[in-house]
Every structure is written in C-alpha cells, then in structure tokens.
C-alpha cells in the first residue's frame, strides 16, 4: 500500500486546512482492517502523534489537538482525513499519514509501518 498525503499549504493562525492521503495499492484490507493515524514533525523536533482512527471508526487525540483536530476515513475512496481548524503557528510542521499494524487506534509510532510522504502545513500568526 502505497499513502499519498496532500492538501498541506499557507494559512493564517485561526484558519482552517483538510490534509487528505489516499492511499493506492492493495488498499482493501489495510483501509477497513488496520489503523490510521496522522502525525508531524516540526524542524528541530521528533515527529510527534496526533491521532488515530480504529479499524471500527474509534478515534484518540493528542491533547495538543483535541478539539481543533478531526480525523476521518472514507473506506469506499481509500482517503484518511484530518480536518485542522482553529490552527497557531506552533500547528507549522510537515504532517504525516501512516498505517498501523495493528487494529485498534494507538499513539505509539512503533507500531505504525507504512508512512506516507508528507504535505507541508505553514500557520503564520
């Protein structure tokens, strides 16, 4: 399975971007099977979790997210989504799509094997 993020750009703090990575490949089983999840990483800084979506639709979040930050799926269009309203320019960094090896939503990036290249996401305050 091959993950494609994209929909990253320039946005004013307190605006909103969809990142979407679709993923291509063998899709079938991984999309409705495994989880999702989305993280960053700001230069200088190691890539850090922000969500995850469950192979049942369950979703966890990074407190520095939570409540600015939705994750989605559309299984039939193979896409994971992340929705980032309300964005700070501490939100600037390069985001990225993966996929789990295992089912359930986790934080733990170990467990994540499949990464996409990332989308450049810039808040300027």
Known sequence: VQLQASGGGLVQAGGSLRLSCAASGRTGRTISNNAL????QAPGKEREW??????KGDTIYADTVKGRFTISRDIAKNTLYLQMNSLKAEDTAVYYCAVSRSSAATSRLDFYNNWGQGTQVTVSS
Not at 37 to 40: A, D, E, K, P, Q
């Open 37 to 40: 999840g989305w993280f960053r």
């Open 50 to 55: 922000l969500t995850s979506i469950s192979w």
